[in-house]
């Protein structure tokens, strides 16, 4: 999901890109779980590099606060889209739709279904597929096929719980370095908002809207996210 990303900023920065736990080319998180930070922390001690700027996407934009709050020695400065800092909550009827389908999905262990309710995050409540270029959406579905053919938990009903700070926007303030929100405009508005909230409770956060794109604004915009990436990190 980051491919074009790291092609453009390759050429002037050295870009690393993990895969979660249960992910890509990474493991499966053990029957206790897991906590995404520590394993962040852990790669970064591991490489002995300076401090960072963490990107992250989603659950992604969780890992790279958390790991902020927790390791602000490894950390210059963190990029959050499409996600914020904390538990999140979902007012919105179309977000609540979604997610209760997609639940319904997984314990149905149809994965096709699943698939079919994870790709509507991509349009958004806003468009419908049709109106998304058709390789996106390719790639999208890609990642989700790749995720289920390789990491299906053992049993779906009880998955390794993740451990994300869910006090992660009350300890917001003490967030020691800037941070960017990047949303794009056609996103829930649940999604909308969580981001929203976590610019505005940190001492240094601003926030960037993506035209014409919803949750995945990097893969949809890749120059316009480029840009706003390229502006945060001359700062």
Do not use: K
């Not at 493991?27 to 963490?54: E, F, I």
């Not at 790639?139 to 299906?152: F, G, K, N, P």
Request: charged fraction near 25%.
């Amino acid at each position: 999901m980051w491919a074009r990303q790291v092609e453009a900023l390759s050429a002037r920065h050295r870009v690393v890109v993990p895969d979660a736990r249960g992910h890509g080319a990474s493991s499966d998180p053990g029957p206790d779980g897991y906590r995404p930070h520590d394993d962040v922390a852990a790669l970064l001690d591991h490489l002995g590099t300076g401090p960072v700027v963490l990107v992250g996407l989603s659950m992604g934009a969780r890992t790279a606060f958390d790991t902020a709050l927790e390791r602000p020695d490894l950390v210059d400065r963190v990029v959050l889209s499409g996600a914020g800092a904390g538990a999140p909550t979902w007012t919105g009827p179309w977000t609540l739709d979604r997610l209760a389908r997609w639940e319904r999905a997984r314990l149905d262990l149809d994965a096709e279904r699943w698939i079919s309710v994870f790709l509507e995050f991509v349009p958004g409540p806003h468009r419908t597929a049709a109106d998304v270029d058709p390789e996106v959406l390719a790639e999208v579905r890609l990642m989700a096929v790749d995720m289920l053919a390789h990491h299906l938990p053992t049993d779906p009903a009880a998955p390794p719980p993740i451990g994300f700070l869910d006090d992660a926007l009350d300890r917001a303030p003490a967030l020691a370095v800037p941070l960017l929100g990047v949303v794009g405009e056609l996103d829930s508005d649940d999604h909308l908002r969580i981001v929203t909230d976590t610019v505005e409770r940190v001492p240094d956060g601003r926030l960037v809207t993506v035209p014409g794109t919803a949750h995945y604004p990097n893969v949809e915009r890749p120059a316009e996210f480029a840009q706003v990436l390229g502006e945060f990190l001359r700062r």
